[in-house]
Every structure is written in structure tokens, then in C-alpha cells.
């Protein structure tokens, strides 16, 4: 059975041809995508991202099946899978060894934020914080410095801690409106 520190040497040498794109100027930047469908009569939402599916739902008490987590627990999930990844990455890259790792996400979710008498109280996570379990031989000093190297360079990390503005559009579909125009066949359609 391979350990942490086994997978440690393969992403130091992924992290290293990494390097060496980017220092030659071969990497490029990644578009990204998600697209989430919200399923009738239970609306759970689909989460799908390149070959790969995530439930989100929500609690009972939300009118939710309880089939996935909520979307701010998955906000705390993405956070968490990122702080551990980066921790790996500059892990690798630094040499320091890790028996182990382990990253915890805690967060404030209120669901009076925003209404009569709560104003003031976030409608979004809030309190957000993460606690590191790390088993390693490494010396403090070296913890530290790969502890500071995570805060510094964590994606997630930091867009959460330095927001940006995103751009909205909405599409109205009218389905039954396409719907009754394909049972039916204009002219216009035809000669075009």
C-alpha cells in the first residue's frame, strides 16, 4: 500500500512539467465550465462539470430529499478540496514530507439573514474558517513557510478572500412556444 509521500514524488513531477510550460511560455490559460439543472418534482440540482455529476439539495426543512449538500456546504467542500490540493502541490514543489492531511471547513450558514429584524445578518456563509492537520516530520519552520506558500497561492482561498465581480445574463426560453412551432410548418421555414 503507497503512502502520501508516494503520491508526493508523482505530483512533484506533474508540478515540475508544470513549471517548465508555464517558464517556456507554452501554458495557457484553462476556460473553465459547470452548468447546474434543477430536476422537477424533487429540485435537486445536477452539478456537471466535464465528465463528472454532484447532487446538490437541500435539507428537509427546505423543502429539500436531503440527497446531496447544500450549495454553501459545498462551497465550504470546494474551499476545503482546494486549500488540500494547493497543500499538496507546494508540498511537492518544497519537498516536505506529509503522513498525512487533513483540512477542515467550518462556516455560518442564517436563514433569518436579510429578513424583518435580521437585516444586518449575512445571507451568505460567513465565518469561514479552516483548520490543517498535518502529520509530518518536516520541522516547524518548514510547516510554516509551506503553511504561508497555501495562503499565498490557494485559488479558491483567494477569491474568496478577494472577490470579483461576475457578469449575469439571463435567456428566457419559451419551450412551448418552440414546441408548438415545430407540430406546425410555416412557409417562411420552408423556402429559407
Known amino acids: 500500500m503507497t503512502d502520501l509521500n508516494d503520491y508526493l514524488?508523482?505530483?512533484?513531477?506533474?508540478?515540475?512539467?508544470?513549471?517548465?510550460?508555464?517558464?517556456?511560455?507554452?501554458a495557457q490559460a484553462a476556460q473553465l465550465k459547470a452548468?447546474?439543472?434543477?430536476?422537477?418534482?424533487?429540485?435537486?440540482?445536477?452539478?456537471?462539470?466535464?465528465?463528472?455529476?454532484?447532487?446538490?439539495?437541500?435539507?428537509?426543512?427546505?423543502?429539500?430529499?436531503?440527497?446531496?449538500?447544500?450549495?454553501?456546504?459545498?462551497?465550504?467542500?470546494v474551499l476545503g478540496t482546494c486549500v488540500t490540493h494547493i497543500f499538496l502541490i507546494q508540498a511537492a514543489e518544497r519537498q516536505v514530507p506529509l503522513e498525512s492531511l487533513e483540512v477542515e471547513v467550518t462556516g455560518v450558514i442564517d436563514p433569518?439573514?436579510?429578513?424583518?429584524?435580521?437585516?444586518?445578518?449575512?445571507?451568505w456563509p460567513h465565518q469561514i474558517a479552516y483548520t490543517v492537520h498535518i502529520d509530518s516530520p518536516a520541522t516547524r519552520a518548514e510547516i510554516d513557510a509551506l503553511f504561508e506558500a497555501v495562503e499565498r497561492s490557494c485559488p479558491i482561498l483567494n477569491l474568496l478572500r478577494n472577490p470579483q465581480s461576475i457578469r449575469a445574463e439571463l435567456r428566457?426560453?419559451?419551450?412551448?412556444?418552440?414546441a408548438a412551432r415545430a407540430g406546425t410548418t410555416e412557409p417562411e421555414a420552408l423556402a429559407a
Open 9 to 26: 514524488a508523482e505530483k512533484r513531477t506533474a508540478v515540475l512539467a508544470r513549471n517548465a510550460a508555464i517558464e517556456s511560455g507554452t
Open 35 to 77: 452548468s447546474v439543472r434543477a430536476e422537477g418534482r424533487s429540485g435537486v440540482r445536477r452539478l456537471r462539470i466535464r465528465d463528472h455529476q454532484i447532487i446538490s439539495d437541500s435539507p428537509p426543512d427546505f423543502a429539500g430529499y436531503n440527497l446531496g449538500p447544500s450549495s454553501p456546504e459545498l462551497q465550504l467542500g
Open 112 to 123: 433569518r439573514g436579510g429578513k424583518p429584524g435580521h437585516e444586518e445578518t449575512p445571507i
Open 172 to 178: 428566457l426560453v419559451d419551450s412551448r412556444a418552440a
